[in-house]
């Protein structure tokens, strides 16, 4: 009987023992979030609470509603890795999250991840005025004139402001002045994104070793360095407030027809009402001649515009835009005519998209 006593109060004991060590797991396990502050990027965040600044990605794509990771809102909360230690002396206020609740819903997704169709990063953009870069490639660590992902290069850079190590720019091909496929006046220029490179030592003043961190073309001795502008692959579809009507003014680099999944830009911005998201027509204008019944004189009468395809906006500055075509029925020339799309659901294309991941 006394045995029997003995084995139950172990029993109980190691019970309460797996409730509490289950109930201890399920707190730790709960992910972590962080207050924005007024100055913080994401490369910051991840210095000031892991000391570690290379984990701001894996902290972008742990919060896919950041669009910009050097700009971010204060007051935004920010949910940190799982399973990565904070500092201990971290200057920040960290404080435990709510455990998850996942729900079924039907509802449209709340953005499209477009990584799957073509390196977002990639897309570049047109330049209304000069593009003055931060640095240059100068040379490899050998005799090589052309570079790749892995590849250590020096980079001269001449900006008056400090480079931190660590820190990366876009390499970039900077187009000659383009004039108007339609008008011929000057319009500006295309900045083609090659890759990024990040700073990796001080060789002297003006002089760093850096190393290819992404390659999306060859990248050569003499390119160009800007400062970085992420574009989040991930996108919500916006509709668009007011009829717009514009064309395309330049393609990608070496590209001379445009077809499906192809970079564009074109010269409305958000001046001018365009927003990242909103969906514009690629049209063909049409027009045939008839006879007027009253005189039997010829003239042109307009038909509806043909639809070649659609294109949606990644990006804007204050005067440009840049897309990419989400469809082509057609090879589409430079110039042709766009027009914004009124729509109350999203594009047929975007069916085979996969929403943007939520945790």
């Known amino acids: 009987m006394m045995t029997r006593k003995i084995y139950l109060c172990i029993f109980s004991m190691m019970l309460c023992l797996g409730i509490h060590q289950a109930f201890t797991g399920q707190v730790l396990a709960q992910p972590l979030q962080y207050t924005v502050q007024k100055g913080d990027t994401l490369w910051d965040i991840c210095e000031k609470v892991y000391g570690d600044s290379e984990l701001w990605p894996k902290l972008w794509e742990m919060n896919p509603f950041i669009t910009n990771p050097h700009l971010l809102k204060p007051g935004d909360v920010i949910t940190l890795l799982e399973n990565v230690p904070v500092l201990k002396t971290a200057p920040v206020t960290v404080q435990k999250a709510a455990p998850r609740i996942t729900v079924s819903t039907a509802a449209e997704p709340q953005g499209y991840d477009l990584s799957a169709l073509k390196n977002m990063e990639g897309a570049g953009y047109l330049s209304t005025g000069e593009v003055i870069p931060l640095g240059r490639i100068v040379s490899g660590e050998g005799d090589e004139m052309m570079f790749g992902k892995g590849n250590f290069v020096y980079t001269e850079m001449n900006s008056t402001a400090p480079v931190k190590m660590g820190e990366q720019f876009m390499v970039c091909r900077i187009s000659h002045m383009l004039r108007d496929p339609l008008t011929g006046e000057e319009m500006g220029y295309t900045v083609s994104v090659l890759g990024r490179v990040r700073l990796v030592q001080q060789v002297r003043d003006g002089l760093y070793k850096g190393e290819i961190v992404k390659s999306f073309k060859t990248i050569r001795t003499g390119d160009p360095l800007l ?133």
């Not at 840049?322 to 799309?341: D, Q, R, Y």
């Open 227 to 359: 400062a970085y502008r992420p574009v989040s692959p991930c996108i919500e579809f916006a509709e668009s407030r007011e009829a717009l009507e514009t064309h395309i003014s330049a393609i990608e680099v070496d590209k001379v027809m445009i077809g499906q999944y192809s970079f564009v830009y074109f010269p409305l911005g958000s001046m001018q009402g365009v927003r990242r998201g909103q969906v514009f027509e690629i049209v063909k204008k049409r027009a045939v001649e008839i006879s007027k019944k009253q005189s039997g004189s010829r003239e042109m009468a307009d038909l509806p515009d043909y639809v070649l395809g659609y294109c949606l906006v990644l990006d804007t500055t204050a005067d440009t835009a840049t897309g990419v075509v989400l469809n082509a029925k057609e090879a589409i020339s430079n110039g042709a005519p766009m027009k914004s799309w009124a729509w109350s659901k999203p594009p047929r294309a975007l069916l085979f998209i996969p929403p943007c991941r939520t945790e």
